[in-house]
């Protein structure tokens, strides 16, 4: 029965087919061969319950946020401003690519997004300002990563959903990790700059430094305000994850019109993206419940775990053969489907190990991190890519490596330390 599910999984997603039909055809195929009766019938009641819960109700608005903050020009004048306060460090400009990213990574829940936006920035600047391109252009893949990472992210809320875990406290998880990782990256890049210096670019003017970065704090102020909305609003109790998504869908509808660029034009684009990319993540999030209730319906989820655990590893042992597993297959297998497809598989082994389903969840997000950068089929390389326009390939590739070690690294800080995951969810509950 193990060998069948994870012949298929190869096979299906080796002929490259749409992930909801690949794993739509695995639980098909599981049930007609293993199930004691025909589970196809549940369909139409999976399909109802997966997409009515209430806390999936977040994720387009999430989208959506992000949508109006690259439609609307947002995401331009908060690079700008971030730009002066990293004027004197070497290598500024991707020091910059890094910040924004976080900062935007707090309002969009979206790595794809944060990736796209701050790239479209960054990119034209790249040539202008002498950089090394791999340096430069992993530092965008990456840093839109972060968008997974620091809350609100979309891809907490379907972990959450399959795990029966509070998003509220994945949210606190990733906090403290999400900005430690963007100043990893950051120390690495000081560090390969002081050693290479001609990767640093150019030396920026300092006459009017300080007048730049007062000027430039109103820019700063909408995107730091709508993470107080959003991530506020939870933690003070006024509003659940969904409810403060649909606050912080307010506020940015409200700071795009009092720009003036609430347009008909920025509006149906807005819409048109939204709708795309919720479309794709709910229809593999029907799929994905339908394969969970085929492989607990026929004993393939406790066979796994008995097998696993009858290995007789270390849990330390165990935890670190899981985390090099998905450093592998996140080199084939595109994040949310990686996620979908082996969460109700891997979290029963990692909670009977000892961990705390929270802390895994931040240390799983960290590798679907690294699979979005990883090739062949890294999703952020391909993004940024795009946007570039041209060049080569292989340079992504390289410059993407070394931000994929930090990550391994913050997984090691993790396991270390589990609380600097753990601290802050038990904090906000005394």
Known sequence: MIGTAFTLLVVLVGISLPVAAALGLMAYVLSERFAFFPMTGAIGELAWNSSNDFILIAAPMFIMMGELMHRSGMSERLFSALTPWFARIPGRLIHTNIAASAIF????????????????????????????????????????????????????????????????????????????????????????????????????????????????????????????????????????????????????????????????????????????????????????????????SIGLVKAITDTVLALGLSPLGMLIAIVVFYLILGCFMETLSMMIATTPVVVPVIVALGYSPVWWGIVFVILMEAA?????????????????????????????????????????????????????????KA
């Open 372 to 428: 979005l950068i990883t090739p062949p089929v890294g999703l952020n390389l391909y993004v940024v890519q795009a946007v570039r326009r041209g060049g080569a390939f292989a340079d992504l590739c390289i410059g993407a490596l070394p931000f994929v070690v930090m990550m391994i690294v913050m997984i090691g800080i993790l396991i270390a330390f589990p609380q600097l995951a753990l601290w802050l969810p038990a904090l906000l």
């Open 105 to 296: 990574a707090a309002t969009s829940g979206s790595s794809v997004a944060t990736a796209a936006t701050i790239g479209t920035v960054a990119i034209p600047n790249m040539d202008k300002g002498g950089y090394n391109r791999p340096l430069f252009l992993g530092s965008i893949a990456a840093g839109g990563t972060l968008g997974i990472l620091i809350p609100p992210s979309i891809n907490m809320i379907i972990y959450a959903v399959l795990t029966d875990t509070s998003v509220a406290d994945l949210y606190a998880a990733g906090f403290i990790p999400g900005f430690l990782l963007a100043g990893l990256f950051s120390l690495m890049v000081l560090a390969l700059c002081l050693f290479r210096p001609q990767w640093a670019g150019p030396k920026a003017e300092t006459a009017n430094l300080w007048r730049e970065r007062v000027s430039g704090l109103k820019n700063l102020l909408p995107p730091l305000g709508l993470f107080l909305v959003v991530v506020g609003s939870i933690y003070a109790g006024i509003a659940t994850p969904t409810e403060a998504a649909a606050l912080g869908l307010m506020a940015t509808l409200g700071l795009v019109a009092a720009n003036g660029q609430l347009t008909v034009p920025v509006l149906l684009r807005a819409f048109e993206g939204t709708v795309r990319t919720t479309c794709m993540v709910m229809l593999i999030v029907i799929a994905a419940f339908f394969l969970n209730f085929v492989m607990v």
